[in-house]
């Protein structure tokens, strides 16, 4: 990591990795003021995240294209975006650079935010602000989940390109299995929520539905956000949320990121955020070794809990 990590720290009962700079905002974190009329959207890095906040803000805004053309991090701030990069000794060598407020200190960011807010978070279940886990207010919470294999792959390729990984994949499939990733381990972060997924604030999605079927699960989506849409209307979403579209999209392509690294050499690989949106991705590039080792390890986890993919 170029100088925005300076150690990890493991949390909770279930040892989730976290950043060191993670530690200054945990107690804000925990005691955060949560709205009933907030929507959050929760997800392990690379299950279809972004995808699903556009289709979320989209719904939620009754179809608000102009809006949309907002930066989505504007719009739907990612909560842990702080925590997560510690920018104290970058900054001085960039003095031309400022911090948007989304970045600078992105829990004030969201704390400041009109009613209602739109809150993205890839804060696993026990990390969450105190009011959600305890249950007295009820936001409503969309979880977007993938496979695990597709999103290890993902997940190496955006930690290249936007955390300065510089490993080889076959070692980033070790730490992604033994649990010693940021927002690590992968099955709790999943399974929490999944076995919340019958509660009625909690709408549990899956990356292969998004591909599979885009037109019913964003009929499923505007029936969980309290929103009647025409078929017209579903129409012209699907094609807004096509990944040719999102990838295109510099409102939430996250190229303006990537070009910022890029500029002042912050990290050195090339790439695109948004890259290939496949269903089956990991065929390519694991060894079917490799492939046997992650089947076991699902299965082993996932048994007896009704989650397929």
């Known amino acids: 990591m170029p100088g925005f990590r300076k150690g990890y720290v493991r949390l909770g009962p279930n040892k989730v990795v976290m950043p060191l700079y993670y530690l200054e905002f ?6 955060m003021k949560v709205r009933d009329s907030d929507i959050w959207v929760i997800s392990h890095p690379k299950t279809g995240t972004t995808w699903t906040q556009e289709m979320a803000w989209v719904i939620g805004n009754d179809l608000d294209f102009e809006g949309a053309k907002t930066p989505l991090p504007e719009r ?7 925590p997560l990069f510690d920018y104290t000794d970058i900054l001085p060598k960039i003095p031309d650079f400022k911090l948007p407020d989304f970045v600078n200190d992105s ?7 009109p009613s209602p807010r739109y809150i993205k978070t890839h804060l696993p279940w026990e990390l969450l602000p105190k009011q959600i886990r305890d249950g007295s207010k009820k936001p409503k919470i969309i979880y977007v989940a993938r496979n695990a294999k597709d999103t290890c792959v993902s997940y190496y390729h955006h930690c290249k390109l936007l955390e300065g990984y510089t490993g080889n994949f076959e070692d980033y499939c070790k730490l992604f299995l033994g649990g010693s990733l940021c927002f690590a381990p992968f099955w709790p972060h999943v399974l929490n929520f999944w076995k919340r997924r019958d509660e009625q604030n909690i709408l549990f999605l899956k990356f292969e539905d998004l591909k599979k079927d885009l037109p019913g699960v964003i009929k499923k989506t505007a029936d969980f956000l309290g929103k009647d849409l025409n078929e017209d209307q ?7 949320l096509s990944f040719a579209s999102m990838k295109n999209n510099r409102a939430v392509n996250y190229e303006a990121a990537t070009e910022i690294n890029r500029k002042f050499n912050l990290v050195l690989a090339e790439g695109q955020f948004m890259r290939s949106g496949k269903v089956g991705n990991y065929k390519e590039v694991m060894s079917p070794e490799l492939i046997d080792k992650f089947d076991c390890w699902i299965q082993e986890n996932l048994a007896g809990s009704g989650l397929t993919f």
């Open 26 to 31: 945990a107690e804000r974190i925990e005691d």
């Open 76 to 82: 739907f701030p990612f909560l842990d975006h702080s």
């Open 234 to 240: 579903v129409e012209v979403l699907s094609n807004h």
């Open 107 to 113: 829990v004030s960011y969201i704390e400041n935010m």
